[in-house]
């Protein structure tokens, strides 16, 4: 049994979390955890034999928790990633740690010497959509050759963003799921206006084998929302490919095309995003070598999301920007 310390509940506790772990109580259980709060809390965990400690270092200090999970990091910030990275303790990393990314550079740094897993929840990354999607660019559709992302302010259907706060950035998890398809990272950036919206066309670095690279377009008002209003989301995503097209539109729906016939896919029945990440989270702790997305990948795409609403609120003319 791998056994884990919690740090915070955090709002999706209750629809994301719990029934994540709680399908998975077999192998894994939270023995330990630090709430500042612990009135809702202790309901919220009422059905988990879990030891109330007085303080994270006295959480933290505990042999026998492998791994921590900071679901809600608080005025802490990186603090428990940075106390768990010097005990040796993986961390999956649920909530922001703080708005300023240079401690965060640091941290990613001293995790990545150290051979400690800081891993963000990425969850837009384990969705049966893309997975389902990656089968198929291997098996029928071949390599991608542009992507369109159509973001809209308000409240829009989820395509990508599946309730991950640590990019709360629609654009940075948008760009992110485009390097996790490609494999490869944004280089040009290019803002392309006319008289109905503006676009940010995005040119790919090429891959390894040096064949073309692959464009990707934002398209719709992906320029930053005025105040008050929501934050946005990335309603759909359409691809096409060397032998074919593919449509995400949720993150449990792909309709796709090849060599003239057309499917839509439900995968409902399929395991959610966060079942997905946080078995391959307790396999890594134990020591899998299965790759899992870093603090240094997170940190990446939330600087790729300022470069697209400054390109955006500049107007600026095409740039190279290093990845």
């Excluded at 740094?109 to 997975?131: F, K, V």
């Excluded at 464009?215 to 929501?230: E, F, I």
């Excluded at 934050?231 to 995503?237: A, W």
């Excluded at 795409?301 to 003319?317: D, K, M, P, Q």
Aim: glycine residues 8%.
């Amino acid at each position: 049994m791998l056994e884990l310390g919690l740090v915070g509940i955090g709002p999706l506790w209750d629809q994301v979390y719990q029934p994540a772990l709680q399908r998975q109580c077999g192998r894994l259980a939270i023995r330990a955890a630090y709430v500042p709060v612990v009135g809702r809390a202790a309901q919220q965990l009422g059905d988990w034999n879990v030891c109330w400690t007085e303080s994270l270092g006295q959480l933290l200090s505990q042999a026998t928790i492998r791994a921590v999970l900071v679901l809600d990091s608080a005025w802490f910030q990186a603090v428990p990633a940075e106390w768990a990275c010097d005990r040796g303790k993986p961390v999956l990393l649920a909530d922001s740690l703080g708005s300023d990314p240079k401690p965060l550079w640091k941290l990613a740094e001293r995790a990545r010497d150290s051979g400690i897993p800081l891993i963000p929840d990425l969850l837009h990354r384990y969705t049966p959509a893309t997975s389902r999607l990656r089968e198929l660019l291997v098996t029928r559709l071949g390599r991608i050759r542009e992507i369109d992302l159509w973001y809209r302010t308000g409240d829009h259907p989820e395509a990508i963003p599946v309730s991950s706060r640590f990019l709360d950035d629609p654009l940075a998890t948008g760009l992110d799921w485009c390097h996790l398809v490609l494999g490869t990272q944004p280089e040009q950036w290019e803002l392309v206006r006319d008289q109905q919206e503006s676009r940010l066309q995005i040119a790919f670095s090429a891959p390894a084998d040096r064949s073309s690279p692959a464009r990707v377009t934002l398209c719709g008002a992906w320029t930053p929302p005025a105040a008050g209003q929501p934050s946005g989301r990335i309603e759909r995503v359409s691809l096409r490919c060397q032998n074919g097209t593919a449509e995400v539109t949720a993150p449990d729906r792909i309709r796709w095309q090849h060599e003239g016939v057309e499917r839509e896919e439900c995968l409902a029945g399929e395991r959610t995003a966060c079942d997905v990440m946080i078995d391959h989270f307790a396999r890594r702790v134990v020591g899998g070598l299965i790759p899992l997305a870093t603090l240094e990948d997170a940190l990446h795409a939330l600087a790729w999301g300022v470069i697209a609403r400054t390109r955006g609120a500049e107007g600026a003319s095409p740039a190279t920007v290093g990845g």
